[in-house]
């Protein structure tokens, strides 16, 4: 696979902030208390997620010529107090009941924002943009703790002007209250609003009441998926991070003697799985599992309604020995991450185990795939972002160093899925070598 090095890691400069602000509803909304569904309440979603898009100064576009000399600190600030009047949950503070449930009270306390200036050019960041973004921490806002979610803003956001005329997008978000797509949908409302639409041209819809203690995506009763893991503690100064390139060569190259039912998802994921345990682990009996973020909303019956914007994404897990893993073909994996996909059903037992459990997971690679939730067509009216998404890609949540996010990227023209890894320096030198083999 292909190893990208575009971004300029060794970037400095100064970001000069404005004093942060809450931004409340535009318009008085429900004062209420909302009770959060099972998936939203699970430990696996209980911190904040750092994403961050760049845009360009866009005064070479004629269609965009509305917005040459307009402020987008402004224009964001703006829309973002309409969009909440719609999705004012978004304004309050979450609460943990006696029993341990979140539930959120729709106070209209408000989103942080934050106004900045960086006197950097869109240019000097390199190219292609890509994560990690090591100077992020100067870009996006930063809280005490990103696992305590309590009592604290629900979505920070800082917009930072830079001289070329470009600007910086960078929020954290709490990923209790949405997952990927019900955060496009609601930033998608923003843009619409700032565009002068009236109103979001979907209608969010609450009604977490329909994924509680209610049939949800489960895996099937073919596996024997066990949840205690080993902890290995990394050297957290010693972890190394590094891109990787999949386009249509690199599938090319995986494709090899493998069906051609096999979606590039699957491929892309046996092969992470198979190089990250084998580059991490010695023990060859020892289980590893890989975890893969999934999108059920057309699984569920009756089918949720257009709008929800909770968190609806299953983890199916497959699970392995290291022997089974590097001593089969390549296609015994690709074999087994297919079975575990397919045996996603629906039942009450899987969506309340996902809420209960908690991800300790050491032994284990988690992969989420971001390519077609659309933060990267994110145009705010300066056209779409020239990198949208995870800010550090392989470093969010619990999960440092066991997880990766596919984007969308372009490489010399092809597009293709760009995927991040972190992992300690030894280990990322075993992993840069199996990665390149099949």
Request: charged fraction near 20%; proline fraction near 7%; aromatic fraction near 10%.
């Amino acid at each position: 696979m292909t190893e990208i090095n575009g971004t300029n890691t060794s970037l400095t400069f100064k970001v000069t902030r404005q004093a942060p602000e809450l931004i409340c509803p535009a318009s008085p909304t429900p004062y209420e208390s909302k009770e959060l569904s099972d998936l939203d309440n699970s430990k696996d979603v209980r911190y904040l997620v750092p994403l961050i898009m760049f845009y360009r100064n866009p005064t070479s576009n004629i269609n965009l010529y509305y917005l040459r000399g307009s402020d987008p600190v402004k224009v964001i600030k703006d829309a973002i107090a309409k969009a909440l009047v719609w999705y004012y949950p978004l304004a309050g503070r979450l609460r943990e009941t006696s029993e341990g449930k979140l539930v959120v009270e729709c106070n209209e306390e408000g989103v942080v924002f934050i106004e900045a200036d960086a006197d950097v050019t869109l240019d000097d960041f390199g190219e292609p943009l890509h994560p990690p973004f090591p100077y992020s921490d100067e870009l996006l806002y930063d809280v005490r703790d990103p696992l305590d979610i309590l009592h604290s803003p629900l979505l920070l956001i800082q917009v930072t002007r830079l001289k070329c005329g470009g600007f910086i997008l960078a929020l954290r978000q709490n990923h209790t209250m949405t997952d990927g797509i019900g955060l496009v949908q609601f930033l998608n409302a923003v843009i619409e609003l700032a565009g002068g639409a009236k109103r979001p041209s979907i209608s969010p819809v609450w009604m977490r009441h329909l994924l509680i203690n209610s049939p949800g995506p489960s895996q099937g009763s073919g596996q024997d998926v066990s949840y205690e893991f080993n902890r290995i503690a990394f050297p957290l100064g010693d972890l190394v991070h590094k891109c990787f390139f999949f386009g249509s060569t690199e599938m090319a190259s995986l494709q090899q003697s493998i069906p051609p039912s096999t979606t590039t998802f699957e491929l892309i994921i046996a092969h992470l799985w198979r190089c990250h345990t084998m580059a991490l682990y010695n023990d060859p009996q020892e289980i590893v599992q890989l975890r893969f973020a999934m999108n059920t909303r057309s699984k569920y019956n009756p089918s949720l309604p257009a709008g929800y914007y909770g968190n609806v994404i299953a983890a199916p897990t497959a699970q392995a020995t290291i022997a089974e893993l590097s001593e089969n073909p390549f296609q015994y994996t690709v074999d087994l991450v297919k079975r575990t996909k397919e045996n996603v059903n629906v039942n009450e037992e899987y969506l309340k185990s996902l809420a209960n459990r908690m991800a300790e997971a050491v032994s284990r690679l988690t992969v989420s795939d971001h390519r077609r939730i659309g933060f990267n067509c994110l145009d705010f009216g300066w056209g779409r972002p020239v990198y949208g998404g995870f800010a550090r890609g392989s470093d969010f949540g619990r999960y440092l160093g066991y997880a990766t996010c596919f984007a969308p990227f372009k490489h010399l023209g092809k597009s293709g899925a760009l995927v991040p890894i972190c992992l300690p320096r030894s280990a990322m030198k075993k992993f840069v070598k199996l990665i390149s083999l099949v």
